[in-house]
């Protein structure tokens, strides 16, 4: 038996990997069944090119509770390590390896900074473990060697009597650590690190029926007849699917094994993806996943960390901000990566040359795909449109190389349900739409019910009026109206619609100068001006008396400002200001005008107003309740 002390110049190493090394201690089990997958796949590349004269065979990891003695052991039938290696990998490298880390990384341990640690495997155990045993026995053939140490430095080599191939992990669990002992915690913790790991993973065994029996039908004395009991039989309990999905071939998949197995991912999520985007590049980098569009309608606060980022297979986090562009993080899926670096910050991703050629490829493939699913089936694209709207319109405000690419794709759907690409809309409404100094206006509304009355009244003149209702949209326009050429928004509330699509033709006013002067001192003394700017317009005499419209540029700010990117202008809280627009070609604004009686022309304008706000959903509470009751008396 030797002794020794491990070289490493810090007494209290053990106490500063617990401390500082990982947030939170279950990424041990992680880590050590990472090392037994790695050592059963060099394993195996050896056998492959004659190096190794051991058996491959089906090698499994198994990890046992043994909760009597306290112990949890973590095996692997790997390359396995003689005496020699283990003083070299385990006392000098991995030992060492950790005190350089710590030295370098301690600070930024401390917060959620850092995303994992790869190839630093072995010594997570001290964080759960009293005391650790490695048993283990070479491919090559040489003595079994066995190796304890108790969490300080000091250490023994001896000789083990072990005769199968591989390495025995055993953790002494400490006692501030029990809750490794008990089997649903493991369980849970093999199924979020391990669930695709690509050595089998065995935790206990299971029940199963016996393949082979088939039950017999047995008849009793009274004729009636049943079927023997099913017989069971007792198997391994593998824990993860070694071959995911994401590590095939995309021609080696059918849309159903995408479906099994985005629920395999979620396995709470009971509605179908709409569609999947296979990731699948060897270079400049390697990276292969699948991302999927869940249906998220209008929500913006549909909850994100559902990418799920793995390393060969191992699971990594499901934060992967800074890898995957913000737009995307909506979506679900898996991605799989050696290339991105593990043990840094998440600020310096931000920089990291990899990492930035690695985002920019899944936008465009994203990209690539949103428009081969536009081109291969448009009526099933349109009919998804609502679902995935938010992150195409998100795409397209944060990513300009997106934006470039969405319009081959990005939907402009009308009121009436019809959808244009902006090419489309583009050629369909330049003749009709472009007012008198050249400028295409292009029509919208947010909510078909609440603008009803002016969407007829644009349709009427023969306008297309667009339905865009997403909580960005504000953003968005304001992103089209900067990159396209010569062409504005304009939401079919926010002014009559002559003032809208303003044409050389004017309409002539019934009313004198001095008839619209006394009709606006009247309006003013009724009409409260810290809510609402009277606006006198001449309109077609059968349009409404009285129309309450919200600027474009105000209304359009204040939203900004609530779905975030407003307060860039520095404008504070936007106040509740509208125009209120009195047609003065009415016949009701004539005769208002022409009433003798002062209370009764203050009635008449605050019965108009009160329609007006009432068709604008600005009639609530007390005033409500005032405008049905003076409604029912004018009936009498």
Same mark, same amino acid.
């Given at each position: 038996?030797?002794?020794?002390?491990?070289?490493?110049?810090?007494?209290?190493?053990?106490?500063?990997?617990?401390?500082?090394?990982?947030?939170?201690?279950?990424?041990?089990?992680?880590?050590?069944?990472?090392?037994?997958?790695?050592?059963?796949?060099?394993?195996?590349?050896?056998?492959?090119?004659?190096?190794?004269?051991?058996?491959?065979?089906?090698?499994?990891?198994?990890?046992?509770?043994?909760?009597?003695?306290?112990?949890?052991?973590?095996?692997?039938?790997?390359?396995?390590?003689?005496?020699?290696?283990?003083?070299?990998?385990?006392?000098?490298?991995?030992?060492?390896?950790?005190?350089?880390?710590?030295?370098?990384?301690?600070?930024?341990?401390?917060?959620?900074?850092?995303?994992?640690?790869?190839?630093?495997?072995?010594?997570?155990?001290?964080?759960?473990?009293?005391?650790?045993?490695?048993?283990?026995?070479?491919?090559?053939?040489?003595?079994?060697?066995?190796?304890?140490?108790?969490?300080?430095?000091?250490?023994?080599?001896?000789?083990?009597?072990?005769?199968?191939?591989?390495?025995?992990?055993?953790?002494?669990?400490?006692?501030?650590?029990?809750?490794?002992?008990?089997?649903?915690?493991?369980?849970?913790?093999?199924?979020?690190?391990?669930?695709?790991?690509?050595?089998?993973?065995?935790?206990?065994?299971?029940?199963?029926?016996?393949?082979?029996?088939?039950?017999?039908?047995?008849?009793?004395?009274?004729?009636?007849?049943?079927?023997?009991?099913?017989?069971?039989?007792?198997?391994?309990?593998?824990?993860?699917?070694?071959?995911?999905?994401?590590?095939?071939?995309?021609?080696?998949?059918?849309?159903?094994?995408?479906?099994?197995?985005?629920?395999? $991912? +979620? @396995? =709470?999520?009971?509605?179908?993806?709409?569609?999947?985007?296979? #990731?699948?590049?060897?270079?400049?980098? *390697?990276? /292969?996943?699948?991302?999927?569009?869940?249906?998220?309608?209008?929500?913006?606060?549909?909850?994100?960390?559902?990418?799920?980022?793995?390393?060969?297979?191992?699971?990594?986090?499901?934060?992967?901000?800074?890898?995957?562009?913000?737009?995307?993080?909506?979506?679900?899926?898996?991605?799989?990566?050696?290339?991105?670096?593990?043990?840094?910050?998440?600020?310096?991703?931000?920089?990291?040359?990899?990492?930035?050629?690695?985002?920019?490829?899944?936008?465009?493939?994203?990209?690539?795909?949103?428009?081969?699913?536009?081109?291969?089936?448009?009526?099933?694209?349109?009919?998804?449109?609502?679902?995935?709207?938010?992150?195409?319109?998100?795409?397209?405000?944060?990513?300009?190389?997106?934006?470039?690419?969405?319009?081959?794709?990005? $939907? +402009? @759907? =009308?009121?009436?349900?019809?959808?244009?690409?902006?090419?489309? #809309?583009?050629?369909?409404?330049?003749? *009709?739409? /472009?007012?008198?100094?050249?400028?295409?206006?292009?029509?919208?509304?947010?909510?078909?019910?609440?603008?009803?009355?002016?969407?007829?009244?644009?349709?009427?003149?023969?306008?297309?009026?667009?339905?865009?209702?997403?909580?960005?949209?504000?953003?968005?326009?304001?992103?089209?109206?900067?990159?396209?050429?010569?062409?504005?928004?304009?939401?079919?509330?926010?002014?009559?619609?002559?003032?809208?699509?303003?044409?050389?033709?004017?309409?002539?006013?019934?009313?004198?100068?001095?008839?619209?002067?006394?009709?606006?001192?009247?309006?003013?003394?009724?009409?409260?001006?810290?809510?609402?700017?009277?606006?006198?317009?001449?309109?077609?005499?059968?349009?409404?008396?009285?129309?309450?419209?919200?600027?474009?540029?105000?209304?359009?700010?204040?939203?900004?400002?609530?779905?975030?990117?407003?307060?860039?202008?520095?404008?504070?809280?936007?106040?509740?200001?509208?125009?209120?627009?009195?047609?003065?070609?009415?016949?009701?604004?004539?005769?208002?005008?022409?009433?003798?009686?002062?209370?009764?022309?203050?009635?008449?304008?605050?019965?108009?107003?009160?329609?007006?706000?009432?068709?604008?959903?600005?009639?609530?509470?007390?005033?409500?309740?005032?405008?049905?009751?003076?409604?029912?008396?004018?009936?009498?």
């Amino acid at each position: 038996m030797t002794k020794g002390n491990i070289n490493v110049s810090v007494e209290n190493i053990f106490p500063l990997i617990k401390k500082f090394l990982y947030s939170d201690h279950e990424i041990f089990l992680r880590e050590l069944i990472s090392n037994g997958t790695d050592a059963t796949l060099k394993l195996k590349h050896l056998a492959s090119i004659g190096e190794s004269k051991a058996e491959y065979g089906n090698p499994v990891i198994e990890v046992k509770i043994d909760k009597e003695g306290k112990k949890l052991h973590v095996s692997d039938q790997g390359l396995g390590m003689t005496a020699e290696e283990v003083e070299k990998y385990i006392n000098q490298v991995a030992f060492s390896g950790a005190e350089e880390f710590l030295d370098k990384y301690k600070d930024l341990a401390k917060d959620s900074g850092i995303i994992g640690h790869f190839g630093l495997g072995f010594y997570s155990a001290f964080m759960v473990a009293e005391k650790v045993e490695i048993i283990t026995k070479s491919h090559t053939g040489a003595p079994a060697a066995h190796w304890t140490c108790d969490g300080s430095p000091e250490f023994t080599l001896e000789a083990s009597d072990r005769t199968e191939r591989g390495t025995e992990i055993i953790l002494h669990i400490a006692e501030d650590s029990t809750e490794f002992l008990e089997e649903s915690r493991i369980r849970t913790l093999l199924l979020k690190y391990n669930k695709f790991m690509p050595i089998p993973i065995k935790f206990g065994t299971k029940e199963i029926n016996d393949p082979e029996h088939k039950p017999a039908t047995i008849t009793d004395k009274d004729g009636k007849e049943t079927k023997e009991p099913q017989r069971k039989i007792t198997v391994d309990n593998i824990i993860n699917n070694p071959n995911p999905a994401w590590t095939k071939q995309p021609t080696d998949l059918e849309d159903n094994d995408y479906k099994d197995f985005y629920h395999e $991912l +979620y @396995p =709470t999520q009971f509605e179908e993806p709409l569609f999947n985007i296979h #990731l699948n590049v060897d270079y400049p980098f *390697n990276l /292969t996943g699948i991302l999927y569009f869940p249906k998220m309608g209008r929500d913006m606060q549909i909850q994100k960390d559902k990418i799920q980022l793995y390393q060969n297979q191992v699971y990594v986090t499901d934060n992967v901000e800074g890898i995957v562009p913000e737009f995307l993080t909506m979506l679900r899926g898996v991605i799989d990566s050696p290339d991105i670096p593990l043990n840094v910050s998440r600020s310096y991703l931000q920089a990291d040359g990899a990492v930035k050629k690695i985002s920019s490829y899944i936008t465009r493939k994203v990209a690539d795909k949103l428009k081969s699913l536009f081109n291969d089936n448009r009526e099933d694209f349109e009919a998804k449109w609502n679902d995935i709207k938010i992150v195409i319109e998100y795409g397209m405000l944060s990513e300009d190389k997106f934006f470039e690419k969405a319009d081959a794709f990005a $939907l +402009y @759907p =009308t009121v009436d349900g019809t959808y244009y690409t902006y090419e489309e #809309l583009f050629n369909k409404i330049k003749a *009709n739409q /472009t007012d008198k100094d050249g400028k295409l206006i292009i029509l919208y509304a947010s909510n078909n019910d609440v603008q009803h009355a002016y969407i007829e009244t644009a349709k009427a003149k023969g306008y297309e009026v667009l339905l865009l209702d997403s909580p960005i949209v504000s953003h968005l326009i304001q992103k089209l109206e900067s990159t396209k050429e010569n062409i504005s928004f304009a939401r079919v509330d926010g002014d009559h619609i002559d003032n809208l699509i303003k044409k050389d033709e004017t309409t002539i006013s019934k009313l004198s100068d001095e008839q619209k002067t006394a009709l606006e001192i009247l309006l003013k003394e009724v009409i409260p001006s810290e809510k609402f700017m009277v606006q006198l317009e001449a309109m077609d005499s059968d349009a409404s008396p009285f129309i309450i419209t919200q600027p474009e540029f105000m209304r359009r700010m204040k939203e900004m400002q609530q779905t975030g990117g407003g307060g860039m202008f520095g404008m504070g809280g936007f106040p509740e200001m509208y125009n209120l627009v009195v047609n003065t070609n009415s016949k009701l604004v004539g005769e208002i005008l022409e009433t003798k009686t002062k209370p009764k022309q203050e009635r008449l304008i605050a019965q108009s107003l009160d329609l007006a706000r009432l068709s604008q959903g600005l009639l609530k509470g007390e005033e409500l309740t005032k405008f049905i009751k003076r409604s029912y008396e004018m009936i009498k």
